[in-house]
């Protein structure tokens, strides 16, 4: 089955905690991103990469790290967690986008973050 | 800059009743334009997209949307609600001149469907 998997799916963590929510995906899409929920404010990007060793800030990467090593996984690293990174936080992937071919993202389920 | 709003942070109506989730869009280029819902402790699903050709694209679930280019808009619509519908549903834009794959989303249509 195609997917999108995270984990944890939930997590409450204390101030300063380093932290890694893992992402893993089984389509072999080209394009990876996180982003995180809150409410009011709808979705917004963290970090995206576009394929294997690249990676780019997004509109909130202040606070996190991201590696994409391999095509399949795209952890997101919280070195120094703060109660404001307290979120739900969406891993998501694509094929890679070309002139017609934007594709549609595929989305984990979420993991639901508190920091204390 | 590319933004989307969605002017309705919640939309109600009974089941059998249309169904219509607003959303405008502001880009430099063209816009790829596309909706998801998301239902309770679940990630976002696609729910359809327009590229480019008609302006009414039907996607999943009965669900379609009409793209308005001199209203810049992108309206969700369901002839008939059910009950199930009852989700958050985000519109979402990328701007074809955007040299990433940049894609902004609404805040969010709560929609309720009461029997």
């Known amino acids: 089955e195609a997917q999108v998997t995270q984990n944890p799916r939930y997590l409450i963590t204390v101030t300063g905690k380093k932290l890694t929510v893992t992402c893993s995906q089984n389509m072999n899409h080209e394009y990876m991103s996180w982003y995180r929920q809150d409410p009011g404010l709808g979705l917004r990007q963290i970090y995206y990469s576009m394929n294997v060793e690249v990676t780019d800030k997004g509109d909130v990467p202040e606070g996190y790290k991201v590696s994409r090593k391999e095509k399949r996984n795209f952890p997101l690293i919280l070195e120094s967690p703060s109660p404001n990174q307290t979120s739900l936080y969406f891993c998501?992937?694509?094929?890679?986008?070309?002139?017609?071919?934007?594709?549609?993202?595929?989305f984990g389920e979420g993991s639901r973050l508190t920091v204390l | 800059a590319q933004s989307v709003a969605q002017p309705e942070d919640q939309v109600n109506v009974a089941e059998g009743n249309p169904l219509t989730v607003k959303c405008t869009y502001s880009?430099?280029?063209?816009?790829?334009l596309f909706w998801y819902v998301q239902y309770p402790n679940r990630g976002l699903q696609f729910l359809l997209k327009?590229?480019?050709?008609?302006?009414l694209v039907k996607g999943s679930y009965g669900f379609e949307a009409e793209f308005n280019k001199s209203q810049t808009s992108f309206h969700l619509k369901k002839p008939s609600a059910l009950v199930s519908d009852s989700a958050l549903y985000f519109c979402a834009v990328r701007d074809s001149a955007g040299g990433d794959y940049k894609l902004s989303f609404g805040a969010g249509t709560t929609v309720t469907v009461r029997a």
């Open positions: 327009y590229i480019t050709g008609d302006n």
């Open positions: 998501a992937s694509s094929l890679y986008p070309g002139r017609l071919n934007t594709g549609e993202l595929f």
């Open positions: 880009v430099s280029g063209n816009p790829y």
